[in-house]
């Protein structure tokens, strides 16, 4: 069932804690309109239907009273907001809207030359030394043994037959000889005997003989060897050198530049917007 706002009389439903015209608190309303029902209910019944409609005249006059001081109280309260509201926004707009100029240094990335040494290979000829082998014939002295015919005194014996002259005899047989023949005859004394004629004897003759004997002796002989001469060669290695080169390089460098900023929070701002009070930075 609909009800009306003590205050200002607007209809109002039964759920609503607040007007939504002038903005009271029903529910205190209410509580304070029935509080003087119930005075009023306590006062003796001999009252008069006149004063019932006195005061049932005074209560709308009453609530007519109310709703106009409500509703002017209404209008200044919405004047109150919006100069609030417009005073919000100039701060705001004070507070936010004003910039400054700020330098600003930044890290700026750029491409630059830089020169750089290098170790570089290359290939060089080198002479070195080495003993290389190769054949030969040496001669050299050895010791053998030859045969040699080495000379020597010896003694040689032969018989030689010696006869006594015609019509004479060995009378005696000499040393070392002996009779090999004999002839009968007369000797001197007139003996009639075998008488030695011829004898034979033994003669040892110095003589030189030679024999082989087994003697050391030097000699010269060859034979291959295998002997060394120190030779220069060549070869290629790898030695390296310094070299000079450029290469590409990104850097970086801190440029100063101007920065538009929030004069009083110094966030950074897309506009350029200085009041004569703010000096930039």
């Known amino acids: 069932m609909p009800k009306f706002c003590p205050n200002c009389g607007e209809s109002i439903s039964d759920k609503v804690k ?34 019932k409609i006195k005061d049932s005249d005074n209560k709308e006059q009453k609530i007519v009273s109310l709703k106009k ?35 600003n240094n930044v890290e700026v990335v750029y491409t630059d030359t830089e020169t750089y040494s290098e170790k570089e290979p290359y290939e060089v000829q080198e002479a070195y030394q080495e003993q290389e082998p190769y054949q030969s014939v040496e001669t050299y002295t050895d010791t053998v043994p030859v045969p040699v015919s ?6 040689e014996n032969s018989y030689q037959s010696y006869d006594a002259p015609s019509g004479k005899y060995y009378s005696s047989i000499p040393s070392g000889c002996t009779c090999t023949s004999n002839r009968y005859q007369y000797d001197e004394d007139g003996n009639y005997g075998a008488l030695c004629v011829q004898v034979s004897c033994l003669i040892s003759t110095p003589v030189t003989k030679y024999r082989t004997e087994m ?3 030097s000699v010269q002989k060859e034979r291959p060897v295998t002997k060394y001469r120190t030779i220069t060669k060549y070869r290629n290695v790898t030695q390296y050198r310094d070299v000079l080169k450029t290469r ?27 009041l004569p009070f703010i000096s930039g930075g």
């Open 215 to 217: 003697q050391q002796e």
């Open 69 to 103: 001081k409500s509703i002017l109280i209404k209008h200044k309260s919405d004047i109150f907001i919006l100069l609030g509201v417009c005073i919000f926004l100039i701060v705001v707009f004070l507070l936010l809207a004003p910039t400054k100029t700020i330098i």
């Open 18 to 51: 607040f007007c939504p015209e002038c903005g009271v608190v029903i529910d205190s309303l209410i509580q304070k309109f029935d509080q003087s029902q119930v005075i009023e209910d306590n006062t003796p019944k001999t009252e008069t239907y006149d004063k």
């Open 248 to 274: 590409e390089v990104l850097k970086t460098r801190i440029d100063p530049q101007p920065l538009e900023v929030n004069w009083l929070l110094g966030f950074k701002t897309p506009y350029k917007f200085h």
């Open 150 to 155: 080495v000379p020597y005194q010896d003694t």
